[in-house]
């Protein structure tokens, strides 16, 4: 599943639903990335973000395909 969205989530609730989905799900793997407080040796104040969707799921899409077929995932959730 892939969600594109701006509103916060709970990292403990998304688990939380993937180990209710899949009760045989002995590990869950996450990487969060965290905005860098200096970029180019200057203060980063704040990030304006945009995101062309259809091209975000298309190429994210790839991405998932890509690590399910290679890790043999169960599921894999993108949240970006």
Do not use: P
């Amino acid at each position: 599943m892939i969600k594109i969205q701006k509103k916060n989530f709970n990292v403990e609730e998304e688990i939380k639903f993937i180990k209710e989905k899949y009760s045989n799900v002995g590990a869950v793997n996450s990487f969060i990335g965290y905005v860098r407080d200096l970029n180019n040796k200057k203060d980063v104040t704040y990030l304006d973000l945009e995101v062309y969707k259809e091209m975000a799921i298309k190429e994210l899409s790839k991405i998932k395909d890509q690590a399910v077929k290679k890790w043999n995932l169960i599921d894999c959730l993108i949240i970006h």
